[in-house]
Each structure stands twice: as C-alpha cells, then as structure tokens.
C-alpha cells in the first residue's frame, strides 16, 4: 500500500429529511441527539474520486474542479487512515451534479461517496452499516445516504450504534420530490452544523424538539409502513416547521427563508387545496422540498416555478444507495 497508488470512486445521492436531525449529544463523536428519518433523491448526487498518493505530503481536495479546503476532508480521512493503519496522503476529486452548501444536503451526499470511495481505496471492505457509522462522522445526515428510498437514523449512545438503516414502504414508487430552488442556489450564510449547536445553546424551543422528534418517527414509520403518503406528507410539514420555529427562536435567531420560500409554501397549500398532492420540507437553506406523488410531480413543478424568486424546480425520484 505505501509505495503504489490506490484509487477508488464511488457515487452517493443526496437525501431530504421527513424527519430532521437537528442538534447533536455528542460532538467529538457526531452522535445526533434524536434519530431522523429521509428519502435519499435520484436527481442530486455527488461523485468522488479517492487516490491515496505516497508522493503527497498533505491531502489535497477539489471540489467542482476547483481546489477546496481540505480540513474536514482531512480529519475525515485520518479515521479511514487510523482503521487501515496506513499514512498515506490522498488526493479527492468530487463534483455534484447540484448547488454545494446550500441547503441541498451536499454534505449528506458528498461525505457518504467520501466514505465509500476512501475506505475502498484504503482496502477496506466495510458493510452497509459500518459506512454509515463512518459517513456519520463526516455529517450526521451522510449515514442516511449510504441507503437508498427511504432511510431511518438511529441516535445511539454509543459510536456503533448511532447509524442509519433502509425502511421498505409501498410508498417507495410512488413518491416524488420537487425541489424549489429559491435565491438560484447561493451558498448558504451559516452551516447546518454551527446552527444547530447555536439553537440547541440558546433556543428555549429546543427542549421541545427534543421532545417531539421520537413521537413524530413513530408516526412516520407508521405512515411508512401503511403506505399512507397523507399521513406522511402533514408529519414531514409540520415536522420541518417545527426544526425551523426551534432555528428562528435562537437568540439571535437563525432564519433560513427568504420571501420566496414563504411564497412557495402558500403555492403547496394552494395544490393541496385543489386536491394535488404536495408537502413542504425545508432545510438548512431558503430551498422547498415538496414531497407528492408520481402523477401530481408535473402539476407541483410547474405551479411552483411560477413563484416569484423560484430560479429552478427539479423532480426527483428516490435514488439508490451509496456504490
Ligand atoms: O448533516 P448536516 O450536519 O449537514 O445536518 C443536516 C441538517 C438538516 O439538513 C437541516 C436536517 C437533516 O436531517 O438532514
């Protein structure tokens, strides 16, 4: 291993929360503090080209062909580096097909190809569950993107039991998500990782997240595993505005929406009152996700590109796993 190159690529999709992580018990570990709940998309995926290189002094990072800050990259490659017992620098190459930091779940996508590709590269053979604890430590929403359809996230105490596994649901099929890009994509102001801990120091809202997020995955899973997308859709809204009323209480507050993202939000109550199946869910950014239907998709995107500020609507449907 130390005197040859060993490259490995791998490609992983991007998955939007029903249910959010949002705060962590542990921060040296990335443990969440709740479990959470997603649906990994076709449409928005990152590929990422590891090649450990015994001619490197430091590793190198370029992303979307330009050169990037290593530093998370690099403490994320000391634990593949630590479990396959070499020191060998590495060279990372990784492009998405979508806006980077803004809101779009960029690191879930990006740290679970990082994971597959460089602990493969590193000759590692890990198992689903194993990437997951070790994407998890990139970012906490990378251990869902190592599944694909829908995933649940499990808290855990411990390093190996905070991971992520695939739920099966007869909704699988049949779900679509419409993705509103709001502002054109423009990184985003301030990470999911800082405002999280910002809201979790300093919101008096946050005990109650904590609170809610457990009763809101028993619904989901039900929902899940009933194939009942209404009951779905109204717990993914309600719960994504709940993680946002925590955010918009920090002192000072973290307001992710723009005036495009609450016009998006009357449009999907709009579809939804003339019998289109449309639910919000947004992130860490001004973006709309709008989950709804295979054959509702065309209606949503075209309704909600209309709004003023909507610069994009893309359609997606549930991507495969991590490979
Ligand atoms: O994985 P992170 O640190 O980028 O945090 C993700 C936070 C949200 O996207 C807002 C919620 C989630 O569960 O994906």
Known sequence: MSSKLTTATARACANIALVKYWGKRDALLNLPATGSLSLTLAALSTQTTVTFDPALAADEVELDGRVAPAHRVERFLDLVRARAGIATRARVVTANDFPTASGLASSASGFAALAVAASRAAGLALDPRELSILARHGSGSAARSIFGGFARMHSGDRDEDAYAEPIASPLLDRVRMVIAIVGGGAPKARTSRDAMDHTA???????????????????????????????????????????????????????????????VLEEVNRLRASG????????????????????????????????????????????????
């Open 201 to 263: 120091a300093t919101s008096p809202l946050y005990r109650g997240w904590l609170e809610l997020v457990p009763h809101d995955l028993e619904i989901a899973e039900r929902a899940l595993a009933a194939g009942d997308l209404v009951a779905l859709g109204e717990l993914a809204e309600a719960n994504a505005f709940a993680m946002h009323a925590s955010a918009f209480a920090a002192r000072p507050a973290i307001i992710y929406w723009q005036p495009a993202t609450l016009a």
């Open 276 to 323: 289109v199946a449309a639910w919000a869910t947004i992130d860490a950014g001004p973006h709309v996700k709008v989950l709804t239907t295979a054959a509702d998709a065309a209606r949503v995107q075209a309704a909600v590109r209309l709004v003023d500020g909507v610069t994009a609507a893309t359609i997606s449907a549930a991507g495969a796993g991590a490979s």
